[in-house]
């Protein structure tokens, strides 16, 4: 059954058409990723998934609901969280303030309850903070709790933004580059964690990745895109054997000729 | 440096993680309490006059400190509730009514018109809130049955249960009126920092993009907290009407909604604490230049009296070593030197450099 599909997407920005009639569907439990040359339109799909850019045409449907006409604020709500390639992350406050953070959608009482810290939202803080302190023992947070997101180191900060995405409870979660500017081992541990997340959590994996090797350990379909328009869609392997993922990525040989 | 051993969630919930900082609050309550009874009637009124300050000090701090919304308008809630109170007030209606009204009043009026307001960000939300605060200027001199015009009006007395609460007549229940206010505000201010709502505005301010994704409405958060922001302000409001007696438009200019925005960035942006040290400078500061400037008259015969404008000059130089030198504020400097006697001797120089930030991605704003 596939919990994600995206039909005929394609956003215009004046001349530019940034991502232009693509369709593809994630599977619930799937780890699906996109890939393509820089500029291909990978986080502009991502931000049209979020609701943050309005698409020219084409529709997003989630676990059977269309999501094309919603807020960006009504995705998380539905199950759908996301990372972002330049790390999002609220810095002056700490690690798990941040986490706490995406237990957002999660709560139910406002503000006048908040102001008088009524019984009821003091139950639910417990009940936050048991849940994100579950995201923090499966990411390995626990020295981090309590430190400031500004001096934190690149890889940390990463990690940090996962774990964010996870504390929201999400059905799918968008990975926007989880292993970029990280080390092989970094890698390796967000490799293992992707696995786990669709093993123990349950979760479907979208993911925009430039690391092959990431991308072919992890992940059940690749999607490669350039120039905003989909070229092949199917396993690591058939997806990079196919002669025009590798021209977009190399060129051709009639252009070198040229 | 005190490890505190926690059995439960319940310590990072409390308002405070250990009994010794439960123990300092309650010092310092004591004190401000007995207050009347340490001091002569001259320096019990600047105590008044300085948690006025701290209490629209921390009207303003929600917005700019805790959801980074920059307000040069907020004199002019300030202006909403001093009117809003003496107004209600002199139709018949008692003080226990009349402040919470004009709360409410200032805090209705912040929200709505935050509600286009807060599209803007930055210098462009600085001026749409500048541009606010010349209507509501204008709108006082035009509504003069309400207002008493350019010529001001006068706060009632304020009596409640038979007690007179009056600034000039029975000073000290004046004070515990503004001390029992403030603490109440500031526990609430307090409340909601450790709640979801408070952490939403962290989350607008320092991401909006992300605060979205994490399915926060920034532009109702903001709203909020603007409504929140100018609703204590209006409180602040009312008391200082109340404790000036005779006011009229004047007493809320542009330089105080500076001044205002000055006891929040000096005093230290994103703290509670930091409201109250920049409320305790900016109203202790003339009143010491003035003391000084008496005592080298008294000792040495120099009147600097007659140089124009030296008070305000060195105001300002001081004003602007604390924005070149400690942008942090008074909190921020007050957090270094305590971490450097919690971790003596191991302290380092550059422990408080700001780290270099990554690329924001400006384009999703």
Do not use: C
Request: net charge neutral.
């Amino acid at each position: 059954m596939s919990l994600l599909e995206v039909n005929d997407l394609a956003v215009h920005f004046g001349g530019v058409k940034a991502v232009d009639g693509v369709s593809f569907s994630v599977d619930a439990g799937e780890v699906f990723a996109i890939i393509g040359p820089n500029g291909a339109g990978k986080s502009t799909i991502f931000n049209l998934i979020s609701r943050i850019y309005e698409p020219t045409r084409g529709t997003i449907r989630f676990d059977g609901k269309d999501i094309t006409d919603l807020k960006s604020h009504d995705i998380a709500s539905l199950g759908i969280a996301r990372t972002f390639q330049n790390i999002e992350l609220f810095d002056h406050s700490t690690v798990l303030a941040n986490l706490l953070m995406g237990r957002h959608t999660h709560r139910s009482t406002n503000f006048v309850q908040d102001i008088l810290f009524l019984p009821k939202v003091r139950r639910e803080e417990r009940a936050h903070r048991k849940r994100v302190e579950e995201v923090i023992e499966f990411l390995e947070l626990e020295a981090y709790r309590k430190k400031m997101i500004a001096g934190l180191p690149y890889g940390v900060r990463k990690v940090v933004e996962i774990g964010r995405a996870l504390a929201i409870g999400p059905k799918i979660i968008l990975l926007d580059e989880p292993a970029s500017g990280l080390s092989v081992e970094e890698t390796q541990d967000v490799a293992f964690w992707i696995e786990d997340m669709r093993r123990d959590m349950g979760l479907t994996v979208l993911m925009v990745e430039h690391d092959m090797s990431l991308v072919t350990q992890v992940s059940d379909r690749v999607l490669a895109v350039a120039n905003g328009k989909p070229l092949a869609m199917g396993t690591a392997q058939e997806v990079q054997a196919d002669p025009h993922v590798q021209a977009a990525y190399l060129g051709t040989p009639e252009e070198d000729a040229a | 440096m005190r490890v505190v051993f926690k059995k439960s969630y319940d310590p990072d919930i409390d308002l405070h993680e250990h009994g010794w900082s439960r123990a300092k609050i309650a010092v310092l309550a004591g004190i401000m309490i007995i207050l009347p009874f340490l001091v002569g009637n001259y320096y019990l009124a600047e105590a008044a006059n300085t948690l006025i300050w701290a209490l629209a000090g921390m009207g303003l701090m929600i917005a700019v400190g805790h959801t980074g919304q920059v307000s040069l308008g907020h004199a002019a809630f300030l202006a909403i509730g001093a009117y809003t109170d003496a107004a209600l007030m002199n139709a018949g209606l008692p003080f226990l009514l009349a402040f919470p009204a004009a709360g409410l009043v200032a805090g209705l009026f912040g929200a709505v018109i935050a509600i286009p307001a807060v599209r803007m960000s930055g210098i462009y939300l600085a001026i749409a809130t500048l541009a606010v605060f010349v209507i509501v200027e204008e709108l006082v001199i035009l509504l003069e049955p309400i207002t008493g015009g350019v010529g001001g009006i006068m706060a009632p007395s304020i009596t409640f249960f038979g007690i007179s609460f009056d600034r000039y007549g029975a000073l000290q229940n004046f004070y515990w009126l503004v001390l029992g206010v403030v603490a109440l505000v500031t526990w609430g201010y307090a409340n909601l920092m450790r709640s979801p709502t408070g952490r939403s505005f962290l989350a607008v301010r320092d991401s909006e993009v992300s605060a979205r994704a994490l399915g926060i409405n920034v532009t109702k958060t903001k709203a909020l907290a603007f409504g929140l922001s100018s609703g204590v302000t209006g409180l602040a409001g009312a008391l200082m009407g109340h404790y000036i007696g005779f006011f009229n438009y004047e007493l809320f200019s542009i330089f105080i909604s500076i001044n205002l925005l000055l006891v929040v960035t000096i005093g230290g942006l994103g703290f509670i604490q930091g409201a109250f040290l920049g409320a305790i400078l900016i109203t202790g500061m003339p009143q010491l230049i003035a003391i000084l400037r008496d005592n080298l008259n008294a000792t040495t015969g120099i009147d600097l009296g007659s140089v124009p404008g030296l008070d305000t000059m060195l105001f300002s130089v001081i004003l602007i070593l604390f924005i070149i030198f400690e942008p942090t504020g008074l909190y921020g400097r007050w957090l270094k030197i305590r971490t450097w006697f919690e971790i003596f001797p191991l302290a380092r120089r550059d422990m408080f450099r700001r780290q270099k930030s990554y690329l924001k991605t400006e384009r999703m704003k």
